[in-house]
């Protein structure tokens, strides 16, 4: 299908003047089963078919989508690019890029998700709050308990004889937990992702959910001070976040990176380590090649806590002269490719949460930061909300909840003293916890 249309936009091309051209098309077919009150509160069904494409004529570089694939609408996205290139600015970094060679070998399609039947989805959705429940006379309330699945496929076609294909499946799971004790309600989260459904645990997701519901009755607030911390690792895939646009090469080439020239410098605690990894089957972002195709690679950004450089698409590699990393990402069908992380991750180290929380001796585990996002994206500064458990005499105490937390980003990566065993995914970004010798908390 992808020749058909990359040769009719070829012609187009040609015929209206000529120009290098890139034609990407994603299929999709996404399932989501929802789960209330011990049944099915809502099924939803989509199959999309979309297409980009790109043109690069006399140094500048036209854009448009499409979602019908037929003859006409080729030909209208053709005419749309082209006015969009003549509108544009020139600028010699724009192009196509340079070949690669062949993309790495990787599994992302899991056969089995197409032999599930309909009616085990809803089932295992149902499941997750029946377990849930189940878990404990205080667990009252499941917000919401969700299995999710997307089958779908990707193939881009350029000007210059690029040829790339892939096929993937995901499925998620996650269930949204409310335990009660007399007037006080609390929540929690469970969740997990796998190529397939039969690849996930409904019994440790609701079991996962109802736990951190759980641990969270009783909480208290504690007292103002600077605390040792254990970041529990979702608390730290959050931090991580906020720092995924400071490894940008177009963030950096704009001045709005925390580590805009600062490449070869400690930037970290030498425990530290900070990558992109777009081979792990088990991130969600993972690709053996980006959205133009360029084979993908791992990349370690941080080693050992020095700056090792960013990322790059084509177009932001020849702008700061380092080349594309291998960066590109499809933000949605609307919109041009840009540069992005594939799966961002801190290398796990080899201690297990226990031993950090022994190593802390007395301090707070923190388990959620509330509005991390808040963070200035420049600075690093933030000033947030946070829930998490005391740590005493190197075991959890009692739960903490209502008060703030500040400080700077890279302090914190600066003050790890030790990393966890404990890494785990959180969509594309992934962590364990981390020791770090201080944090300001604000409570009573």
């Known amino acids: 299908m992808a020749d058909r249309h990359f040769d009719a936009v070829l012609r187009e091309v040609a015929r209206r003047g000529g120009g290098e051209a890139e034609l990407y098309i994603a299929r ?247 990558g992109d990894d777009p081979l792990d089957p088990l991130g969600s972002g993972s690709e053996p090649f980006d959205g133009e195709g360029t084979p993908s690679v791992c990349r370690d950004l941080v080693a050992k806590g020095q700056l090792r450089g960013f990322l790059a698409d084509a177009f932001w590699g020849r702008k700061l002269g380092t080349g594309t990393t291998g960066a590109c990402r499809r933000p949605g069908p609307k919109q041009p490719p840009t540069v992005g992380a594939s799966n961002l991750r801190i290398a796990p180290g080899g201690h297990t949460l226990p031993d950090l929380c022994e190593a802390a001796g007395s301090g707070i585990l923190l388990t959620e930061f509330l509005g991390i996002h808040t963070a200035d994206p420049v600075s690093g500064d933030f000033s947030v909300g946070a829930s998490g458990i005391r740590i005493a005499g190197g075991r959890l105490a009692a739960p903490l909840h209502g008060f703030a937390v500040s400080g700077n980003v890279l302090g914190l990566l600066d003050a790890v003293e030790a990393v966890g065993s404990d890494f785990r995914w959180f969509g594309n970004v992934g962590a364990p916890s981390l020791l770090v010798r201080g944090i300001a908390v604000g409570g009573d």
């Not at 979309?50 to 609408?73: E, H, I, K, P, Q």
């Not at 970041?231 to 490894?247: H, Q």
């Open 28 to 274: 999709s077919r996404t399932r989501r089963y929802e789960a209330r009150e011990g049944r099915l509160d809502g099924i939803s069904f989509a199959d999309t078919l979309a297409l980009g494409l790109r043109v690069f004529r006399d140094g500048r570089m036209g854009f448009s989508y499409g979602f019908r694939g037929d003859d006409a609408d080729v030909a209208r996205m053709v005419e749309e690019t082209l006015f969009c290139a003549h509108a544009s600015d020139p600028d010699d970094a724009y192009g196509l890029p340079d070949s690669g060679g062949p993309p790495p070998s990787l599994s992302l399609f899991d056969p089995s998700c197409e032999s599930v039947p309909e009616e085990e989805k809803g089932a295992f959705a149902r499941s997750l709050e029946s377990l849930a429940l189940a878990r404990d006379p205080r667990m009252k309330r499941v917000r919401s308990a969700v299995a999710h699945e997307a089958v779908g496929s990707v193939e881009i076609r350029n000007s210059r004889g690029l040829l790339g294909e892939r096929r993937e499946s995901r499925c998620s799971a996650w269930v949204e937990t409310v335990a009660e004790d007399g007037a006080e309600g609390v929540t929690g989260y469970g969740f997990g992702f796998a190529r397939s459904l039969r690849g996930l645990d409904a019994a440790a997701i609701a079991t996962e959910g109802a736990e951190r519901a759980l641990r969270m009755l009783g909480a208290v607030r504690p007292a103002t001070g600077e605390y040792r911390a254990v970041l529990e690792n979702g608390a730290v895939a959050e931090l991580l976040e906020v720092l995924v646009p400071s490894f940008l090469a177009s963030q950096v080439a704009k001045g709005k990176s925390m580590f805009a020239g600062k490449v070869g410098e400690r930037v970290a605690a030498e425990c530290v380590t900070i």
